[in-house]
């Protein structure tokens, strides 16, 4: 049985630090439509209409992961959602997806009122016919200066997502970011993701300017997510340390760094590399086709992790705040949590509704 952390019982949001949290976070909450500015993280094969329904339920933002779905299987997750919330959501889509056009179609056909492009820099294009269409455009932002021109693109909100979030990551940590960006954009509203797990953080973020904030890894072990139950354990046994970025063994053969749980899985990619480019370096394959296999070393290993259950080769991937996982709970509790926890740093800050 995995180690689990008594949970802490705390008292009840009292309304004065309610009422400053929902001042903290006002412009996101007016951006989202929702009660609290909390983000669901895209998570493909996990964000599904289950979890992004409980979050929206909950209180939160649910975002739909279309990941690489063909359009009318967006189209039929996008109902399904629907039949399970009246709440507000929205859908995540791939920038690099051979069909974003259609996709893109499908969205403003089936009114989703937010869609977050993710994945690389979105055209002015795809900005311009989303929200010619009705839509609210979300982008990610790396860096300050890819921050204003997004900005002048029209996307109507920016996430900073540090390198302790699960997935594709980038080099640069949430707190420098959100230092570097956060205190010079003030002309849309600002989410800020990575790492984050408890509700103290939530508030230092939007004490610093930050409009709310995006989670995924936390929400994984919501009663309502349907990812298999090893995928789940891997979580609650897992601690910190064991997010670790994919490593690159030759820089004559990039790797685009993914932060997942070390397994078997992941020694093999550092083997299957070695073996690659020597194989390069005999004359038996030309660059290319080196890559190509390098590349191809992951598909289907997601999947195989989330659906399947396969944790030991297939790709766990989890963010850094994996290890304030320590149980399976409704993504209510998970949200009234969080909520719980800032509420009581803002009245550490400010006893007995000081100011």
């Not at 919330?85 to 179609?105: D, Y």
């Not at 944790?311 to 994996?322: F, L, N, W």
Request: a neutral charge; aromatic letters at 6%.
């Amino acid at each position: 049985m995995p180690f689990i952390l008594p949970m802490v019982s705390m008292p009840p949001p009292d309304s004065f630090s309610r009422a400053q949290l929902d001042r903290l976070w006002a412009k996101g909450r007016a951006f989202l439509g929702t009660e609290l500015a909390i983000m669901g993280g895209a998570m493909t094969w996990v964000s599904e209409r289950h979890l992004v329904a409980a979050i929206s339920n909950g209180g939160g933002f649910g975002v739909l992961a279309s990941g690489s779905m063909p359009p009318e299987i967006l189209r039929a997750e996008i109902k399904a959602t629907r039949a399970l919330t009246t709440k507000p959501f929205g859908v995540n889509l791939i920038t690099l997806h051979p069909q974003l056009a259609e996709l893109i179609s499908v969205c403003l056909e089936e009114k989703v009122s937010h869609v977050v492009l993710a994945g690389g820099v979105p055209t002015t294009d795809s900005i311009r016919t989303l929200k010619t269409g009705g839509a609210k455009v979300i982008c990610f932002a790396p860096a300050l200066v890819l921050a204003r021109r997004l900005i002048k693109l029209g996307a109507d909100a920016l996430v900073l997502e540090g390198m302790e979030a699960g997935g594709h990551i980038g080099p640069v940590t949430l707190t420098v970011l959100a230092q570097e960006i956060l205190p010079h954009i003030d002309e849309v509203p600002v989410f800020v993701a990575g790492g984050i797990g408890r509700g103290e953080a939530i508030v230092s973020f939007l004490e610093m300017g930050a409009a709310g904030v995006q989670m995924g890894t936390r929400f994984v072990c919501a009663s309502e997510c349907v990812a298999h139950p090893n995928f789940k354990q891997a979580f609650i046994k897992a601690a910190a340390r064991d997010a670790v970025p994919s490593a690159q063994i030759d820089p004559r053969f990039p790797v685009i760094p993914v932060r997942a749980l070390a397994n078997e899985g992941t020694r093999k990619f550092m083997d299957k590399q070695r073996e690659v480019i020597a194989r390069f370096d005999r004359g038996e394959l030309d660059q290319k086709a080196a890559q190509l296999e390098i590349e191809h070393f992951w598909a289907g290993a997601l999947r195989r992790a989330v659906v399947e259950g396969d944790v030991d080769t297939g790709s766990v991937m989890a963010g850094q705040s994996v290890g304030m996982v320590t149980t399976i709970q409704p993504a209510k509790d998970i949200l009234d949590e969080l909520v719980t926890q800032a509420c009581a740093a803002l009245t550490q800050r400010h006893p007995a509704g000081g100011s």
